[in-house]
Antibody, heavy 126, light 106 residues
Framework: QLQLQESGPRLVKPSETLSLTCTVS??????????WGWIRQPPGKGLDWIGS???????YFNSSLMTRVAMSIDTSKNQFSLTLNSVTAADTAVYYC??????????????????WGPGTLVTVSS | IQMAQSPSSVSASVGDRVTITCRAS??????LAWYQQKPGQAPKLLIY???TLEDGVPSRFSGGGSVTDFTLTISSLQPEDVATYYC??????????FGGGTKVEI
């Protein structure tokens, strides 16, 4: 059964770097044509896509965050990771990792999140 | 592409039909999914490709629409359907974008 679990520091100081890891069980992060993603949700607000990571390491980022974000895959540990630098209080959120299902539909490839981790609240505060 | 949901919240009785709307700022063809999020939980995939129910999702949920206007309908609201619902534009070439959410209460 597929499971994803986020881990990392729950408290980060302003201007520092947020680092999270998602451990996957029940699937392989280097399975051909697999995609993996990060989404965040500020307290009491809606969902924001942060970025996606292809099995071969190719990345796709939300344009609003792309100057501060990086993602990587560790196939030896079956994990993928998120780093977000120069954080501010506005980056306080529940961070979710998720598996992406890719389909060819209505003339294009589409991506949507079919399995999610439980999420982890990261607070940016001094 | 921006995704706008309405209403932002709705209160209905058990057994009522509830319809939520998601409007895209430009043509997104049929690239749309719906999620249900209960308090303190991660979102759950309900519908993808506008109208295809994910395995295990009750048949009282249905999706429709095309181009810019889409709907999620709960045909007979149940107590366990209390949640916030989000639409998602699913074409990665236009960036994956969620709607602002609709809170459904009884």
């Amino acid at each position: 059964q597929l499971q994803l679990q986020e881990s990392g520091p729950r408290l980060v100081k302003p201007s520092e770097t947020l680092s999270l890891t998602c451990t996957v069980s029940g699937d392989s992060v280097n399975r051909r044509n697999s995609f993996w993603g990060w989404i965040r949700q500020p307290p009491g607000k809606g969902l924001d896509w942060i970025g996606s990571l292809e099995y071969n390491g190719r990345t796709y980022f939300n344009s609003s965050l792309m100057t501060r974000v990086a993602m990587s895959i560790d196939t030896s540990k079956n994990q993928f990771s998120l780093t977000l630098n120069s954080v501010t209080a506005a980056d306080t959120a529940v961070y979710y990792c998720a598996r992406i299902r890719q389909r060819f539909w209505s003339g294009s490839y589409v991506h949507f999140f079919d399995f999610w981790g439980p999420g982890t609240l990261v607070t940016v505060s001094s | 592409i921006q995704m706008a949901q309405s209403p932002s919240s709705v209160s209905a009785s058990v057994g009522d039909r509830v319809t939520i709307t998601c409007r895209a700022s430009q043509n997104i063809n049929s690239w749309l999914a719906w999620y249900q999020q209960k308090p303190g939980q991660a979102p759950k995939l309900l519908i993808y490709d506008v109208f295809t129910l994910e395995d295990g999702v009750p048949s009282r949920f249905s999706g429709g629409g095309s181009v810019t206007d889409f709907t999620l309908t709960i045909s007979s609201l149940q107590p366990e359907d209390v949640a916030t619902y989000y639409c998602l534009q699913t074409n990665p070439f236009h960036s994956l974008t969620f709607g602002g959410g609709t809170k459904v209460e009884i």
